[in-house]
């Protein structure tokens, strides 16, 4: 299984990003996939889900700003965040549990900050 992460950057606070995760070595369609985020000294914390038919389920600190998403036939995941907050900042990963072990991607920087 490999996930590789990218589209994140510096973007000012209020900003948007749209953070993308492609996957392969499994059944993308059936599995549940996830963001996570470690900001420096914290430890990393799920962000969003979304289940195989498509139900989400967001972190407090998130909702009504970030929605999750997935594309079944590009076997990708997708993290659109909106209204970034300085405290947003942290590396983002995708991530999945398949055939009881975790999988994760690379990692990508998300910065917010003017």
């Known amino acids: 299984v490999q996930l590789q992460a990218f589209g994140g950057g510096l973007v000012q606070p209020g900003g948007s990003l749209r953070l993308s995760c492609s996957a392969s070595g499994l059944n993308f369609r059936l599995n549940t996939m996830d963001w996570y985020r470690q900001a420096p000294g914290n430890r990393r914390e799920l962000v969003a889900l979304?289940?195989?038919?498509?139900?989400?389920n967001y972190t407090d600190d998130v909702k009504g700003r970030f929605t999750i998403s997935r594309d079944n036939v590009k076997r990708t995941l997708y993290l659109q965040m909106n209204s970034l907050k300085p405290e947003d900042t942290a590396v983002y990963y995708c991530?999945?549990?398949?055939?009881?072990?975790?999988?994760w991607g690379q990692g990508t920087q998300v910065t917010v900050s003017s």
């Open positions: 979304i289940t195989s038919n498509g139900a989400t």
């Open positions: 991530h999945v549990w398949y055939r009881s072990r975790d999988y």
